[in-house]
């Protein structure tokens, strides 16, 4: 997602008190940022934050941290936060290839990607949010059953992505090419900004949801 350049995004996001400023240095020690031992679920690309906050809502028990690289998007998450209130979310604009500074080993309990970039040049595959290389990444922020959950619509992303698991030796706990139809995996689904727009537009959407061995 990319928005127009928005005026003044950045000087918004470093007065924010939701979006976290240098992360790294609550590596280890996230949970005195959210006051509480919860457990702690991280989106990563999250666009505009509208499934996140949904989340937030929802389970309070549990802590949320969105991450997204471009400061135009994140501040329409932080004005959909101001008027919530929500005391378990945070956000960060980084870059998420750069995760293991900022959360230390087991210190994740889940991870969402919603509507990944699919980089669909065979050279760009590194960098796509479901390779090999990412997975080692959140291998080594995520407590051992710590599971990550994965949502396109995108054909060729999410054959490569089921490529990755065995490759990167994690396991496929669940798979369907057409949320919306599956009965089990559609339930308490929550909808992401991405996902209304592909559904309108009649693009079944796909979703996996793996563990490392
Ligand atoms: N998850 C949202 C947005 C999907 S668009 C939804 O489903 O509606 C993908 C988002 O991921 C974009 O906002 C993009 O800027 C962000 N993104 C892509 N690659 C990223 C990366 N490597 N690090 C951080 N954010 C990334």
Redesign the pocket.
């Known amino acids: 997602?990319?928005l127009r350049n928005v005026p003044g995004s950045r000087e918004m996001i470093a007065e924010h008190p939701l979006a976290v400023k240098n992360p790294e240095e609550h590596k280890g020690c996230w949970s005195e940022v959210f006051g509480n031992e919860n457990p702690i679920f991280l989106?990563?690309?999250?666009?505009?934050g509208?499934?996140l906050t949904t989340l937030a809502l929802e389970n309070p028990n549990i802590n949320y941290i969105g991450?997204?690289?471009?400061s135009s998007?994140l501040v329409r998450a932080l004005e959909k936060c101001e008027e919530l209130e929500l005391p378990n979310i945070r956000f960060i604009r980084?870059?998420?290839?750069y995760i293991e500074n900022v959360f230390d080993n087991d210190e994740v309990d889940h991870i969402?990607?919603?509507?990944?970039?699919p980089w669909p040049k065979d050279r760009h595959a590194k960098?796509r949010?479901t390779s090999e290389r990412f997975l080692h990444r959140y291998e080594n922020i995520m407590k051992r059953d710590g599971v990550v959950e994965f949502?396109t619509d995108n054909d060729d992303l999410f054959a490569f992505s089921l490529e990755q698991v065995p490759i990167a030796e994690w396991t496929l706990i669940a798979q369907t090419f057409d949320l919306h139809n599956d009965d089990k995996l559609a339930e308490g689904n929550v909808m992401?900004?991405?996902?209304k727009?592909f559904l309108k537009l009649g693009h079944p959407i796909h979703k996996m949801i793996i563990k490392k061995d």
């Open positions: 997602m990319r989106e990563i690309g999250m666009g505009k509208q499934f991450i997204e690289k471009y998007v980084m870059e998420a290839e969402y990607l919603n509507f990944s970039d960098r949010l949502k992401t900004e991405y996902e727009k």
